[in-house]
């Protein structure tokens, strides 16, 4: 009797390791990666504001409140793109300065015609910066003792490890963007061009080797 028990009990593990080992070869064959390429990408703020003439100069200027924090992307005489009904207008910082508490900030178009101008409050984008870095999706992200960082596959022994991200310039509702190549001048290890990453990383597709 407490040989045919033995028995079941290994029949048992055997089944319960070859239902593992096919889901985990499963798994494997079906993680959805992400080789991460070098793209161009426009760091932008969205505001409400109007565009003015002034009547001494005849310049265009738009004028709009930031936040302290998007404060830090401007400087006096720094060049920008405003995007406004289509067009691309390009501009420069005129002037920053705190109005009721707040952070003012105005820009001088250069002499384009703006089309459709009114004077009431409008929709922009400003453009502040324009740069090529790697576009890391948020889906990818986890944290780890509080820093950020993806699951990037060893190509050579077909483990994953977790990469913290350093040189974040800028994010967006979906994406984060790290600079690459500052992150290499500086010595910074972090994510690399052409590394792949997993897209949804998860408990099992995180402690198993990627076929």
Do not use: W
Request: hydrophobic content about 35%; overall charge positive; charged content about 25%.
């Amino acid at each position: 009797m407490k040989k045919v028990k033995y028995t079941r009990l290994v029949i048992l593990g055997i089944l319960i390791y070859l239902v593992f080992n096919t889901l985990v070869m499963i798994i494997s064959k079906n993680v959805d990666t992400l080789v991460l390429k070098n793209e161009k990408v426009d760091a932008k703020i969205h505001v409400k504001g109007t565009i003015e003439k002034d009547a001494n100069d005849q310049s265009n200027y738009l004028s709009t409140y930031i936040s302290k924090e998007d404060s830090n992307n401007f400087e006096k005489n720094q060049n920008v793109i405003i995007e406004y009904h289509e067009q691309k207008l390009d501009a420069k910082v005129y002037k920053i300065y705190e109005n009721n508490n707040k952070i003012m900030v105005k820009l001088k178009i250069s002499n384009q015609i703006v089309a459709n101008q009114d004077t009431s409050v409008e929709e922009f984008d400003i453009i502040y910066n324009q740069m090529e870095c790697l576009k890391i999706p948020k889906t990818s992200i986890k944290t780890k003792d509080n820093k950020r960082g993806v699951y990037v596959i060893d190509e050579q022994s077909q483990s994953v490890k977790f990469v913290i991200l350093e040189g974040i310039t800028y994010e967006n509702e979906s994406s984060v963007f790290v600079d690459y190549y500052k992150n290499d001048i500086n010595g910074v290890t972090s994510v690399n061009l052409y590394d792949k990453i997993i897209l949804r990383p998860n408990s099992i597709n995180t402690n198993i080797r990627i076929k």
